[in-house]
């Protein structure tokens, strides 16, 4: 029988980088998420955002990340083993995806005020 929980730090990494892997082959949300999320990356080390600017810009990201994570496995428990469409089961989405709305929105945002104001000075 095939244990399921790791060991080592190394298993668990390993184990978590085949995460990432699969959502970003499987996953559209998750793959614009990442085209996104490292647009305004690269425009914050353009643009000589502060370290303060950063650290909004990698939490925010890192939320959105990690509620698109947990939405997914949301929606694959659902599908597994409720296969069935009730209105239960669509509720339960639907939260989950607003969880992921909620932190791309702050993360867009937050990108947006720290961003423009920055894009526009170097045009002028």
């Given at each position: 029988?095939?244990?399921?929980?790791?060991?080592?730090?190394?298993?668990?990494?390993?184990c978590a980088v085949r995460g990432i892997v699969w959502c970003l082959k499987n996953e559209r949300n998750y793959r614009d998420y990442t085209v996104i999320g490292g647009i305004c990356l690269i425009?914050?080390?353009?643009?000589?955002?502060?370290?303060?600017?950063?650290?909004?810009?990698?939490?925010?990201?890192?939320?959105?990340?990690?509620?698109?994570?947990?939405?997914?496995?949301?929606?694959?428990?659902?599908?597994?083993?409720?296969?069935?469409?009730?209105?239960?089961?669509?509720?339960?989405?639907?939260?989950?995806?607003?969880?992921?709305?909620?932190?791309?929105?702050?993360?867009?945002?937050?990108?947006?005020?720290?961003?423009?104001?920055?894009?526009?000075?170097?045009?002028?």
């Open positions: 029988m095939r244990r399921l929980k790791n060991r080592h730090l190394i298993d668990s990494s390993v425009l914050n080390i353009l643009l000589k955002s502060s370290k303060t600017e950063f650290l909004i810009w990698l939490i925010t990201a890192t939320a959105t990340f990690s509620s698109e994570y947990l939405n997914t496995v949301i929606e694959h428990i659902i599908d597994n083993y409720h296969n069935e469409i009730t209105e239960v089961n669509k509720r339960i989405k639907d939260i989950g995806s607003s969880a992921v709305f909620i932190f791309g929105m702050t993360f867009l945002i937050s990108q947006g005020v720290i961003l423009i104001p920055k894009i526009i000075e170097v045009f002028r």
